[in-house]
């Protein structure tokens, strides 16, 4: 065909069908403007190739993807992976007719051809980079793989052939072999592991979080170092993306969940219950003996009536046996307010059709402070969201401050101004 067009163009310049010298003066003196004729028609052309091989590709492709039930070939169209395989017709059209429109300036050859050839390796490099998008979208459908750092593994992957590609995309333009450019990576090591640092610590980030599964997508993560508490969006080689619960978002360093404490709520969401771990504290001076008035009031209460009983008749027995009785009663045991009150809460949560009885449920005295005599109530619920299980504790504790002053006891209440003020 090179010769076919030679002759083409000569033919043009034949006088009485001879080439004569007279005729190459005007051949040569032309050229330059027969190439950039041609060039152009050659970009025209590589264009139409590609808008026609676009066209064909990507009709055929849509046809088959919709024809198909299944959905791995949908997310290859939607990452336009196909598209970028229509861009490699151009380059090799644009290829094969660059030695042609050139063929008289053969110092161009060589150089169009280290451009077309650097052209399809970028190609081919975005190609990659929408497959491994498309496989990342694949892969997320699975339900085995949902809560995997999908992102961090794709774009690992990109980094890889990226930087294969580049080292050969160097190779091309300096004519040295590939392996020369690998063994100058060693000797700017230091320079690269500064410059990419936080990648290469991000990268082993996620690789540490997904082998030892410390956080998936979809987890609760609380992270106090940088305020996030939320659920995990995303997790890539260098950022993990927090929707926190007031629909803001957190991007977090991969690593700092390696290299700093946060805490993860999945052990909860899987297990039985979620914990009600709250005190109320007491006036220690409201702390007293039951009086026989209180235990008569206190009789009327279902959930502890029989408890009274029992226990009334298990200390009379024992200060009986011991003595304490008459003038020397006060030295026995007696039951007061506070203990009381203590198991009326713990039968109430035994009662409660919201806990976990399968799991610890207790109502313990905790070491007195300068703010009062805490006491702790530690149970479980079986609801584990956060807006119904707030509602849950709010009905537990609303019931059990409006049932204190029964007991005859005070909660602690630090003194404002206006205390002193009227004092």
């Known amino acids: 065909m090179r010769t076919a067009i030679i002759n083409w163009i000569k033919s043009y310049y034949l006088i009485d069908g001879k080439f004569t010298e007279q005729a190459e003066k005007a051949y040569n003196a032309d050229m330059i403007w027969w190439t950039l004729g041609l060039f152009g028609g050659l970009l025209v052309a590589s264009a ?3 808008y026609v091989s676009r066209f064909i590709l990507l009709q055929i492709v849509h046809a088959f993807a919709e024809r198909t039930k299944a959905t791995w070939d949908d997310h290859l169209v939607n990452n336009k992976v196909f598209r970028g395989l229509a861009l490699l017709s151009p380059l090799a059209f644009l290829n094969y007719f660059l030695t042609i ?10 150089y169009s051809d280290k451009l077309v050839t650097v052209l399809v390796i970028f190609v081919i490099m975005m190609i990659f980079n929408r497959f491994f998008n498309g496989l990342r979208d694949i892969f997320k459908e699975v ?4 809560d995997k750092p999908i992102q961090s593994y794709s774009q690992i992957l990109k980094i890889l052939v990226s930087g294969i590609l ?17 063994g100058g990576l060693g000797a700017i090591s230091a320079i690269l592991l500064l410059i990419f640092k936080d990648s ?45 619960f007031d629909n803001t978002i957190t991007t977090i360093p991969t690593y700092s969940f390696i290299s700093d404490s946060f805490k993860n709520w999945r052990g909860m969401q899987e297990s039985g219950g979620r914990r009600v771990m709250r005190s109320i504290k007491f006036q220690i001076d409201s702390v007293k003996f039951a009086t026989p008035e209180l235990m008569a009031k206190l009789e009327k209460v279902e959930l502890i009536a029989d408890f009274m009983k029992e226990r009334q008749k298990e200390i009379d027995d024992y200060n009986k046996e011991n003595g304490y009785e008459g003038t020397n009663s006060e030295n026995g045991r007696h039951q007061t307010n506070l203990g009381l009150f203590r198991r009326y809460v713990e039968y109430a949560l035994h009662k409660n059709e919201h806990i976990n009885h399968d ?37 537990i504790f ?20 206006s205390v002193f003020r009227q004092n």
Not at 101 to 110: A, C, E, P, S, W
Not at 143 to 146: D, I, N, S, Y
Not at 166 to 182: A, G, N, R
């Open 101 to 110: 429109v050139f063929f008289h300036y053969d110092g161009f050859l060589k």
């Open 143 to 146: 339900p085995a793989l949902k």
């Open 200 to 244: 290469i610590l991000g990268f082993v980030g996620s690789i540490q979080l997904s082998s030892y599964d410390m956080v998936r997508v979809g987890d609760w993560v609380t992270v106090e170092k940088f305020g996030a508490d939320g659920d995990v969006l995303e997790i890539n080689i260098s950022t993990v993306k927090v929707r926190n």
């Open 398 to 417: 609303d019931h059990i401050y409006a049932t204190i002053h029964k007991f005859d006891l005070e909660m602690y209440e630090r003194p404002s101004g």
């Open 359 to 395: 799991l610890t449920v207790m109502v313990r005295q905790l070491e007195p402070t300068e703010f009062g005599l805490p006491l702790q109530v530690y149970c479980f619920t079986h609801e584990k969201n956060w807006q119904p299980y707030e509602d849950i504790v709010a009905d």
């Open 166 to 182: 580049m080292i050969i995309v160097l190779s091309v333009l300096t004519e040295q072999s590939p392996w020369y450019f690998l």
């Open 48 to 50: 139409i190739v590609w």
